[in-house]
């Protein structure tokens, strides 16, 4: 099991900004590709930012797009977080996966974002 951190999370404003951060054990490289999910407690978690390393392809969920952006560096992804809104708060888990014929999914524990003014 690969151990996958999360950091940056805490409270914004509504309308405010917040980075999140996902530090892999080691290169981002041997994965085909990382993802952040949030969850609200008593719900399932949802897809909100999937970066597929090959071929690239990003995709956003319809909530988050065109204010939140996922990108990567060799050992971290990252999710830039603008105009955030009180919709936005939960539990942001990141996730890496690999494999082509059956596929492995790597979790972190989560970092909390909290949108309220």
């Known amino acids: 099991q690969v151990p996958l951190e999360e950091s940056g999370g805490g409270l914004v404003q509504p309308g405010g900004s917040l980075t999140l951060s996902c530090a892999a054990s080691?290169?981002?490289?041997?994965?085909?590709?990382m993802a952040w999910y949030r969850q609200v407690p008593g719900k399932q978690r949802e897809l909100v930012a999937e970066?597929?390393?090959?071929?690239?392809q990003i995709k956003y969920t319809d909530p988050v797009r065109d204010r939140f952006t996922i990108s990567r560096d060799e050992y971290s992804v990252s999710l830039q977080m603008n105009s955030v809104r009180p919709e936005d708060t939960g539990v942001y888990y990141c996730n890496a996966y690999s494999g082509s014929f059956v596929r492995d999914d790597y979790w972190g524990q989560g970092t909390q974002v909290t949108v309220s003014s």
């Open positions: 080691g290169s981002l490289f041997v994965f085909s590709g």
């Open positions: 970066f597929n390393f090959t071929p690239p």
